[in-house]
């Protein structure tokens, strides 16, 4: 329902993190536009406190009791405090809130973003795991309430600003272009041993820890494509993934006369993110415009031995059913294990690859079958590295 | 009027050129779709046969009587021969055209195409003159009509492809692309005497002779820009050019969020000319898919001392009213002169400038005002030619 007339009031989950300080950062801009009702974080308490005294929504998340408690004492301004999912959940759908800008990194986006789409609340989606788990669900839900999905990654913005006006019938494929991280061009044999910090140095895109890893491993991109598999209705055969280092051109999609329509902009996520808050509109977005002189526009045929990663995304958009929560699932554990130094560059795909030769795929018929697949997927991932022989481990 | 159920009559204005000769292309693929009811050819005899044994038009036009004779004793298939503008006019005009493909070139195509508008009929527009000349007029005529105007130009069917779907409120500008032409990096000094051959010889187009030397001056380039300032409704300030040597990019649009939404494809006529056509839907064009691996895309300022004839489009498109047509004229005549090798290639801009600075503007009321400034910029032209400093002459 809303509260503000004239004026989209706007949850932001995950408004410590890297998407999260950029939508504020949009927001900023417009407050005849926005209102910031709801923000939903982890433990950045500083930066949370900053952006209640800023904005003054009327009730923000934190990741748990303890980090409630802290803030409670560090805020002045009157504020409700949640907890958890159920408080991720309840900010996601609180009252006066016209659009969900859903950017928790991982698996744990996916409730409180589905609450958000059956409370009829339109989703600007940064959380991509939301479709990667649940997308035929999610899409079915909101279709059904008539709740628009607005992508905020960069490539599936660019996919839906070249989808526009054209006929989906006429579509030949999808082209998510990917930077190609860090390791591009690095020595295959010197994957093994590239340490957390050359891994989390991405070339193009200041982002969060996790998504950097992805990125280094082209899991990311894979994850991408199951996600345009279910935001755009395409067949995963229609989706192709091609490599550009400059990360200007965020995607193209190829029509069947062979004219191909692409997105460009400079590498800022705040260009999707004001697009995706106040479509069909264009706002002011603070992205710099591109300079067009002198660019130079690469384009590369990924190799999947490089990033087999990739391979497994498609994989497992081809298995179907919970396989994609698995493949994610296992990414997530090894990932973070990675980060810890527990695990080699290369033990990502091995922990994952293996994970998923275990598994059974079930088709998904409630929230309930992803989150148990999502489990079994994380304890399998986790006693395969605790067990596994030491050229896994970092 | 449809005489053909299901099945759209194509009025085919200049067969025999390139950009006709496409267009049958185009048609040969999709009889289940096209019949073609009429064309429109200059003197090219032996191709219009041709034309005429495969697609059995109701009615053809031809340059002159003459011609008419000729092509009547070596045609056997029943057809009603016209000639002269009336004759292009009623081609255009056809019982059973839907679709008028308006390819004549220069200020010609004007009056057969305005003609069409006012019966009602859609234009697949290449002839860029129809809008350089009386932009105003026609577009108002078709909006009257509920006509659509369907770019047939590269250049333009990639911004009606990148504008489709998106709000004309928020675009920022409007990007032209520029071969720059085979003297993009030629010592300005050698231009003077660069010969007929190598101005005809241009890097990646296939063209007619004419519209070769205005890419090869870039005035063709500056046409575009009055002719997209009419077809999509924007002020010249939001017009820009950019040299793209590559032509693969056939053009842009910038939105005010710093979005820029492009179209790409092979160089090849086809393309745009099936989505015209069939607009809105998509058909296979004949155009192969374009390779993205290993491409190489670059964009560069243009520079106006390089290409004075930009300027003086733009300049024309500032004064307005009759300004175009007079420019557009000198430069028939010029061009037309130094295809006889009568004028150097830096003659061109030196005429089409001094015919230029001779005129005074005036608004344009009436198809008649066009032809006015059309009559006296070409005598003009000539007599200036005529009586010139050697300088200007080969």
Redesign the interface.
């Known amino acids: 329902m809303k509260v503000f007339d004239g004026i989209k009031g706007v949850s932001v989950l995950g408004s410590t993190g890297s998407i999260g300080r950029n939508t504020l950062e949009v927001i900023r801009k417009h407050p005849q536009r926005f209102k910031v009702i709801s923000l939903a974080a982890g433990r950045n308490i500083r930066l949370l406190k900053e952006q209640i005294d800023e904005f003054r929504p009327a009730f923000v998340s934190v990741a748990d009791k303890e980090t409630a408690l802290e803030l409670k004492k560090a805020v002045s301004a009157p504020v409700e405090i949640g907890v958890g999912i159920e408080g991720a959940t309840l900010a996601a759908t609180y009252e006066g809130v016209d659009i969900t800008l859903s950017a928790i990194s991982g698996a744990a986006g996916l409730v409180p973003t589905m609450a958000a789409v059956k409370a009829g609340i339109d989703i600007a989606l940064a959380n991509k795991e939301t479709l990667v788990l649940a997308g035929s669900l999610v899409m079915e839900e909101a279709a059904k309430r008539g709740v628009k999905i607005l992508p905020v990654d960069s490539e599936h913005s660019a996919v839906f600003?070249?989808?526009?006006?054209?006929?989906s019938e006429?579509v030949k494929r999808i082209?998510l272009t990917a930077s190609g991280g860090p390791f591009l061009n690095s020595p295959i044999e010197r994957l093994e041993t590239v340490t957390r910090e050359e891994a989390l140095k991405h070339p193009k895109w200041n982002m969060g820890e996790k998504i950097s890893i992805d990125s280094a491993t082209l899991i990311n991109k894979g994850l991408e494509v199951i996600e345009a598999r279910w935001l755009f209705d395409v067949p995963p055969e229609k989706i192709s993934v091609?490599i550009h280092p400059q990360s200007i051109v965020h995607s193209?999609v190829?029509?069947?006369?062979?004219?191909?329509?692409?997105?460009?902009?400079?590498p800022d996520m705040k260009?999707p993110i004001?697009?995706a808050l106040a479509y069909?509109?264009?706002?002011?977005?603070g992205?710099?415009?591109?300079n067009?002189?002198?660019?130079?526009?690469?384009?590369?045929?990924p190799d999947f031995k490089r990033f087999p990663c990739l391979g497994l995304a498609f994989d497992a958009l081809k298995s179907g059913g919970t396989t994609p929560t698995v493949l994610n699932a296992a990414d997530e554990v090894a990932v973070g294990m990675f980060l810890k130094k527990r695990l080699h560059f290369t033990g990502i795909y091995k922990i994952i690859a293996e994970v998923m030769s275990k598994y059974s795929p079930r088709e998904i018929t409630s929230i309930e079958d992803v989150l148990e697949a999502d489990r079994w997927a994380r304890e399998t991932a986790l006693s395969l590295i605790n067990e596994s022989s030491p050229g896994l481990k970092a």
Chains 1, 2 share one sequence.
């Open positions: 600003q070249s989808l526009s006006g054209h006929r006429d082209i091609i193209m190829e029509y069947k006369d062979s004219s191909i329509v692409a997105q460009m902009s400079c260009g004001a697009y069909p509109e264009r706002i002011e977005s992205t710099p415009p591109l067009l002189f002198n660019l130079k526009l690469d384009f590369i045929e």
